[in-house]
């Protein structure tokens, strides 16, 4: 039941947060039980402040403090965008850009509905060409991406990926029913959305934090289509 520990020292942590754990109770919750802070709690037994969100079917690095003090800090430097967010995404198509950006604001999600500037800039890293049909095509294209929000709305990059039309695979929410079928019929059921890296300066040494959260075996087996190196 214990997350895997990417760091810790005595004032925060960085874990890997498996695909399919909400990280706290909320109004998504839908009689969940089981949450990343309440497990976080029991693992590290004290206290713990969940510093920023990832999606339920979302894996990867989550980070946390164990006081306000630093908890308020992290937070403060979030806001700041001083604190890099990679992400390792698989869409539909192929984008024609090796690098792009997508400024689209987007509301707070259900009951928030004011929407609010966004930004996310994404470069296509690897595409691959799978033997599936798809529409009129007898072939069906994918795009290995590596994604950074520069804000952090609600589903930021499943939705802004779905504004573009290379909706994010395994998202049944904002995505593409029939790759995500193809998906499964390959044995890769999760959505391919991964928290891949965090990097920041720790508020209390003043050391610069730079960490990995490992894939876990379906996002490697998704990977494996593409035959490319994230961290290149």
């Known amino acids: 039941m214990n997350l895997e520990v990417v760091y810790v020292d005595?004032?925060?942590?960085v874990v890997d947060k498996p695909a399919g754990l909400m990280v706290h109770d909320s109004a998504l919750a839908r009689g969940e039980t089981d949450f990343a802070a309440d497990r976080l709690r029991e693992q590290f037994g004290r206290p713990i402040f969940i510093v920023h969100r990832l999606d339920r079917a979302t894996s990867g690095c989550l980070l946390?403090?164990?006081?306000?003090?630093?908890?308020s800090a992290l937070g403060k430097t979030l806001m700041a965008r001083d604190v890099e967010k990679d992400?390792?995404?698989?869409c539909r198509g192929w984008p024609a850009e090796e690098r792009f950006t997508i400024d689209h604001p987007l509301d707070g999600g259900p009951g928030k509905p004011v929407k609010k500037?966004?930004?996310?800039?994404?470069?296509?890293i690897a595409t691959c060409e799978l033997a599936m049909a798809s529409e009129h095509f007898p072939t069906?294209?994918?795009a290995l991406l590596r994604a950074h929000p520069l804000t952090g709305r609600f589903r930021q990059i499943r939705r802004h990926l779905k504004h573009v039309s290379h909706h994010l695979i395994g998202d049944t929410s904002h995505g593409d029913g029939r790759h995500n079928r193809a998906f499964r019929m390959l044995g890769i059921h999760r959505m391919l959305l991964h928290a891949r890296r965090l990097a920041f300066v720790?508020?209390?040494?003043?050391a610069r934090i730079d960490v990995r959260a490992?894939?876990?075996?379906?996002?490697?087996?998704?990977?494996?289509?593409?035959?490319?190196d994230v961290d290149a």
Do not use: I, N
């Open 87 to 90: 992400y390792v995404a698989v």
């Open 140 to 142: 069906s294209r994918y």
């Open 214 to 228: 490992p894939f876990d075996a379906e996002f490697a087996k998704a990977l494996a289509l593409f035959g490319a």
């Open 64 to 71: 946390l403090a164990f006081d306000r003090e630093v908890a």
């Open 117 to 124: 500037p966004a930004t996310t800039t994404f470069e296509r």
């Open 202 to 206: 720790h508020p209390v040494s003043g």
């Open 10 to 13: 005595d004032a925060l942590a």
